[in-house]
């Protein structure tokens, strides 16, 4: 049972314009969410965060939404740039008694941004 | 702050070996959590380590095992290694006032 999703495999946009991720969640006790960008053959590196008491957080070019009546989040980054091009994961964790640190991860979604 | 870092980046073993990969943590983190990452099935928590003990497991065979020493560092063990064990072997270290992970670049398995 996939609890964290993302739907779309891929994603290309034009530079300059705005990308939207979006990822999607099934289990109600995930209550911190995260964004990771990856290369090929490397770790992922974290982007952006966002608690479920707020519905907004914004890093830069970074913003993420979540509605958490829609169990819904989205990666928005404006503008794209190429050095954006790379695979984009949700993951998603839940305050529960032992740890807060397992992540559940989505599959993933390629982003390319053409210049 | 140097990032995390993990030992070997790549390996190859045969099946039914065992293996020992190693990782680093960001100085000053003191949870270090392990994740696989194939192509079929993403990635996948393996456990947490916090101040040497297990705090959280995924849902993984025996075969992977784990430790964290006193300085932080961990190590995991996966022994009779199959086939399908080949993945790229991921780390990931958080503060104590923090739920947000840095992951090392990794070690690529490969069974043959």
């Known amino acids: 049972d996939q609890q964290v999703k993302q739907n779309s495999p891929s994603l290309s946009v034009q530079e300059g314009r705005i990308s939207i991720l979006n990822c999607d969640y099934t289990n109600s006790m995930f209550d911190y969410f995260l964004w990771y960008k990856k290369y090929p053959a490397e770790g992922p590196t974290f982007l952006i965060s966002?608690?479920?008491?707020?519905d907004k957080n914004e890093d830069g070019r970074f913003t993420v939404f979540l509605n958490k009546s829609a169990k819904h989040l989205s990666l928005h980054i404006v503008p794209s740039q190429p050095g954006d091009s790379a695979v984009y994961f949700c993951?998603?964790?839940?305050?529960?008694?032992?740890?807060?640190?397992?992540?559940?991860f989505g599959k993933g979604t390629l982003l390319t941004v053409n210049p | 702050k140097a990032g995390v870092t993990q030992t070997p980046r790549y390996l190859i073993k045969t099946r039914g070996q065992q293996v020992t990969l190693s990782c680093s943590p960001i100085?000053?983190?003191?949870?270090v959590s392990w994740y696989q990452q194939t192509p079929g099935q993403g990635l996948q928590f393996l456990f947490e380590?916090?101040?040497?003990?297990?705090?959280n497991k995924g849902n993984f065979p025996g075969r992977f095992s784990g430790r964290q020493f006193s300085n932080s560092r961990s190590e995991m063990n996966v022994s009779t290694l199959e086939l399908g064990d080949s993945a790229l072997y991921l780390c990931a270290s958080s503060s104590d006032n923090s739920r947000e992970q840095y992951f090392g670049p990794g070690t690529r398995l490969t069974v043959t």
């Open positions: 993951a998603a964790s839940a305050n529960s008694g032992g740890s807060n640190y397992k992540l559940t």
């Open positions: 966002i608690s479920s008491i707020k």
């Open positions: 380590y916090f101040s040497e003990t297990q705090r």
């Open positions: 100085s000053g983190h003191r949870s």
